[in-house]
């Protein structure tokens, strides 16, 4: 397993969030459809050491559009960002990009979604990147288990499941059990903390989470023989969002050590 960091954890310009990535020792970042899109701060990455290993795609997504919109215009639009977000992400190297549910939970939201999932994942195919579906609580697929029943129910081998430590909290799922029944389906990983109620991004072991849930994760991803990155998602309005990478990190470490 690599350990990532998800660079919207930093504000500020580029250049500078690359350097402080790099000083706080990841070598793979996470990313969203905006970041290096200058010849100038890709060079700087390569310069750096740094390596993309995942790009969120359901960010910036144009006003209205979304991958399950009955519209059908502003549905396109939606297929036409991630298409895109892919592209860029292939040509970053990276080997994954992921989206996150539609708000629709009818049967007809559902089933649209589930269409554009399918095209897109096969797009995503031919550049050699694997699509990937994050749970995501408030939305139409909020549990770790729904989602993955529903990521299989499409019946295609190609679309994967993104597991988030702060949004299993929040559904109340056991951790290692997630991890174990997405198995092959699991596609990436994000590590975070919260309070079990808010989507906060907490830096690991500042809210409901323990050592033990995070060596038992760990215990789960090694069991399933899981070898994708390991991403912090933390919050860029925390006090101190460099401590708590640093501090996060070092977590991280020490859990996948034991």
């Given at each position: 397993?690599?350990?990532?960091?998800?660079?919207?954890?930093?504000?500020?310009?580029?250049?500078?969030?690359?350097?402080?990535?790099?000083?706080?020792?990841?070598?793979?970042?996470?990313?969203?459809?905006?970041?290096?899109?200058?010849?100038?701060?890709?060079?700087?990455?390569?310069?750096?050491?740094?390596?993309?290993?995942?790009?969120?795609?359901?960010?910036?997504?144009?006003?209205?559009?979304?991958?399950?919109?009955?519209?059908?215009?502003?549905?396109?639009?939606?297929?036409?960002?991630?298409?895109?977000?892919?592209?860029?992400?292939?040509?970053?190297?990276?080997?994954?990009?992921?989206?996150?549910?539609?708000?629709?939970?009818?049967?007809?939201?559902?089933?649209?979604?589930?269409?554009?999932l399918l095209e897109l994942a096969e797009f995503a195919s031919t550049?050699?990147?694997?699509?990937?579906?994050?749970?995501?609580?408030?939305?139409?697929?909020?549990?770790?288990?729904?989602?993955?029943?529903?990521?299989?129910?499409?019946?295609?081998?190609?679309?994967?499941?993104?597991?988030?430590?702060?949004?299993?909290?929040?559904?109340?799922e056991d951790p290692s059990e997630a991890i174990h029944e997405a198995?092959?389906?699991?596609?990436?990983?994000?590590?975070?903390?919260?309070?079990?109620?808010?989507?906060?991004?907490?830096?690991?072991?500042?809210?409901?989470?323990?050592?033990?849930?995070?060596?038992?994760?760990?215990?789960?991803?090694?069991?399933?023989?899981?070898?994708?990155?390991?991403?912090?998602?933390?919050?860029?309005?925390?006090?101190?969002?460099?401590?708590?990478?640093?501090?996060?990190?070092?977590?991280?470490?020490?859990?996948?050590?034991?």
């Amino acid at each position: 397993m690599k350990l990532a960091c998800c660079a919207w954890a930093l504000t500020g310009l580029e250049k500078d969030v690359l350097r402080q990535i790099q000083d706080l020792g990841f070598g793979w970042i996470d990313l969203q459809p905006g970041d290096l899109r200058k010849e100038k701060d890709r060079q700087l990455t390569a310069e750096l050491g740094l390596k993309v290993s995942c790009l969120g795609a359901s960010f910036a997504m144009p006003d209205g559009a979304a991958l399950d919109h009955p519209d059908g215009p502003l549905r396109s639009a939606a297929l036409g960002h991630v298409r895109d977000a892919i592209c860029h992400a292939a040509a970053l190297g990276a080997d994954t990009v992921y989206v996150i549910p539609g708000e629709d939970d009818s049967r007809a939201g559902l089933s649209r979604y589930g269409d554009s999932l399918l095209e897109l994942a096969e797009f995503a195919s031919t550049v050699r990147i694997k699509f990937a579906v994050e749970h995501f609580p408030g939305t139409a697929l909020p549990t770790a288990k729904g989602t993955l029943k529903y990521i299989k129910s499409l019946g295609d081998p190609k679309l994967f499941l993104l597991y988030d430590s702060g949004h299993i909290q929040m559904t109340g799922e056991d951790p290692s059990e997630a991890i174990h029944e997405a198995g092959e389906s699991l596609g990436y990983v994000h590590f975070d903390d919260n309070d079990g109620a808010g989507d906060l991004h907490w830096a690991l072991l500042d809210g409901v989470m323990t050592e033990e849930t995070l060596k038992d994760s760990f215990r789960a991803l090694e069991g399933i023989g899981y070898d994708g990155a390991i991403s912090l998602e933390l919050s860029p309005l925390l006090p101190n969002p460099v401590e708590a990478l640093a501090r996060s990190r070092d977590i991280l470490l020490k859990a996948m050590r034991a």
